[in-house]
């Protein structure tokens, strides 16, 4: 039982159940939006539906929504998220190259033998 007990108390674990939480929440929200999108689209050009399409006896009308679905909902997420993120990581890194280099262990020694050498030499 504690082996198990301590396999759910792992933060990985937390983690990605936090994850998978938000990342259903999120789902719905951009398939709400893209629905709102293909309704903009369908009073711009006519109904969006391909649902009728076919090529002979093949119906490919479901494949051809699917695309649309999916190409709508890759611009947002990259748009909406992708695009955001890499901008507020740009940032940081530029905060972080602005701020002057902390010195190394082996810098700030030689810095203290060398004062401590100073303080001998005076004494």
């Not at 398939?31 to 369908?42: A, C, E, K, N, P």
């Amino acid at each position: 039982m504690k082996g198990f007990r301590d396999f759910l108390m792992r933060g990985n674990l937390v983690d990605l159940a936090v994850a998978v939480i938000i990342g259903a929440a999120f789902g719905a929200v951009v398939s709400t939006f893209t629905q709102v999108v293909l309704d903009i689209v369908g009073l711009l050009g006519g109904n969006p539906d391909f649902s009728t399409v076919s090529i002979g006896p093949i119906v490919v009308g479901p494949f051809i929504n699917a695309v649309v679905s999916f190409v709508i909902v890759a611009t947002i997420v990259y748009f909406g998220v992708i695009r955001p993120v890499d901008a507020l990581q740009n940032l940081r890194r530029k905060d972080e190259e602005s701020q002057p280099a902390k010195p190394t262990s082996e810098e700030l020694l030689t810095e203290i033998r060398d004062l401590l050498r100073a303080q001998q030499r005076s004494s």
